[in-house]
């Protein structure tokens, strides 16, 4: 029997306090498109190494700053002269922007549901003028669907993630249950929460009455942060998006509203819609992040690609499976040697 998590959050506690060990004979925990750093398209990426390699200031997350592109990251064209920055927050960019207006500013703005609304905030309040936003957002669900549609790929229910259910709400799985007989629990962090998430779904598939249900109570409602998604909506409207490794999702993803569009980074600087190269040859992240495989049957996993040195963006997030993988694989190979 295998359930399916959403969250590198719930990937980092399974991992790092041993839950799988835990986990009666013949249950399994598998990882899905829960990183949204790992799943952030390489022609976005190209795009803003492009901008900056021409003058503009790139400001992002940490997280994405040493994700590969088709030929090189942002801390490659850092090294290269470009002015990259890695901000904590949206806010900090914007005060970047504020501070230095003689200089052209763009937010790569990466991320689920979670972070969205902070961008749609600093959207609505009027950004600078000499700062604009390439959009980068992803939507869960429709990554949720997708696995129910990957023929080769089974599993028996679903672990939905805890931070981004504090926006969107219960009420989004509620499709799951109702049409494709999937259980969902929405979980917690810490160990005991993955653990009673795990047992509630192994509790609907023996009493054969799959349905949507919340361990999270203490964070989680059935309609979510409304505020935050009435910001998100006149902020962005729902488009089509690519997704790295699993190609294009219908409305899976955000856009600027067109009364937004002189922010819009795209339209600004006349980025053209592309694929960059996704992976790298020998990657396996694709099926990775769909749990068709663990990392460890990646031929590159801990060999040609390591923390220090990644290949494909699963190695390369502290929310992606392989580095979450390889940290504590890593760890237990200290602890044995010495």
Same mark, same amino acid.
């Given at each position: 029997? &295998?359930?399916?998590?959403?969250c590198?959050?719930h $990937?980092?506690?399974?991992?790092?306090?041993g839950l799988?060990?835990?986990?009666?004979?013949?249950?399994?925990?598998?990882?899905g498109?829960?990183?949204p %750093?790992?799943?952030?398209? #390489?022609?976005?990426i190209?795009s803003v190494?492009?901008l900056?390699?021409?003058?503009?200031?790139?400001t992002t997350?940490?997280?994405?700053? +040493?994700?590969p592109?088709?030929?090189? @990251?942002?801390?490659?064209?850092k090294? $290269?002269?470009g002015?990259?920055?890695?901000?904590y927050s949206?806010?900090?960019?914007v005060?970047m922007?504020? &501070? /230095?207006?003689?200089?052209?500013?763009?937010?790569?703005?990466i991320g689920f549901?979670t972070?969205a609304?902070?961008?749609a905030?600093?959207?609505l309040r009027?950004?600078p003028e000499?700062l604009s936003?390439?959009?980068?957002?992803?939507?869960?669900?429709p #990554?949720m669907e997708?696995?129910?549609?990957v023929?080769?790929?089974?599993?028996?229910?679903?672990?939905? *993630?805890g931070h981004? @259910?504090?926006?969107i709400?219960?009420?989004a799985?509620?499709v799951f249950p109702k049409a494709?007989g999937m259980p969902?629990?929405?979980a917690?962090?810490e160990?005991?929460?993955?653990?009673v998430?795990?047992?509630?779904?192994?509790? !609907?598939? +023996?009493? +054969?009455? =799959?349905?949507l249900e919340?361990?999270y &109570?203490r964070? %989680?409602?059935?309609?979510?942060?409304v505020?935050? !998604? $009435?910001?998100? #909506?006149k902020?962005? @409207? %729902? %488009?089509d998006?690519?997704w790295?490794?699993?190609?294009k999702l219908?409305?899976?993803?955000?856009d600027?509203? $067109? /009364?937004?569009? &002189?922010?819009?980074?795209?339209?600004?600087?006349?980025?053209?819609p !592309?694929?960059g +190269?996704?992976?790298l040859?020998?990657c !396996?992240?694709?099926?990775?992040?769909i749990?068709?495989?663990? *990392?460890? /049957?990646?031929?590159?996993?801990?060999r040609?690609c390591? =923390?220090?040195? =990644?290949?494909g963006?699963?190695?390369v997030?502290?929310?992606?499976t392989?580095r979450?993988?390889?940290?504590?694989?890593?760890m237990?190979?200290?602890?044995?040697?010495?």
């Open positions: 029997m &295998k359930i399916c998590h959403v590198g959050t $990937e980092w506690v399974i991992a790092h306090f799988r060990a835990l986990l009666p004979e013949g249950v399994d925990v598998i990882a498109p829960g990183c %750093v790992c799943v952030t398209p #390489a022609a976005d190209d190494i492009k900056a390699l021409e003058g503009v200031v790139i997350f940490g997280d994405i700053f +040493r994700v592109g088709s030929n090189g @990251s942002l801390m490659d064209a090294a $290269e002269g002015d990259v920055r890695v901000v949206i806010s900090d960019a005060e922007a504020r &501070k /230095e207006p003689n200089k052209e500013f763009v937010f790569l703005a549901e972070t609304p902070s961008t905030v600093e959207v009027g950004a000499n936003f390439l959009i980068s957002h992803r939507l869960i669900p #990554a997708l696995m129910l549609g023929g080769d790929v089974r599993f028996d229910g679903f672990i939905a *993630p981004v @259910s504090t926006i709400g219960l009420k799985y509620e494709y969902v629990v929405v917690g962090f160990p005991l929460d993955v653990l998430g795990i047992y509630m779904v192994l509790r !609907q598939v +023996r009493e +054969r009455r =799959p349905r919340n361990e &109570k964070a %989680v409602t059935w309609d979510g942060n505020r935050a !998604q $009435e910001l998100m #909506a902020a962005f @409207s %729902v %488009v998006g690519f790295r490794g699993l190609g219908p409305r899976s993803a955000l600027l509203r $067109e /009364e937004f569009s &002189k922010w819009d980074a795209r339209r600004r600087y006349g980025l053209k !592309q694929r +190269r996704d992976l040859p020998g !396996q992240c694709h099926l990775i992040i749990g068709k495989i663990k *990392p460890i /049957e990646c031929p590159l996993f801990l040609a390591r =923390p220090d040195s =990644p290949k963006p699963c190695m997030s502290f929310e992606g392989c979450i993988w390889a940290k504590h694989a890593l237990e190979s200290t602890t044995l040697s010495v």
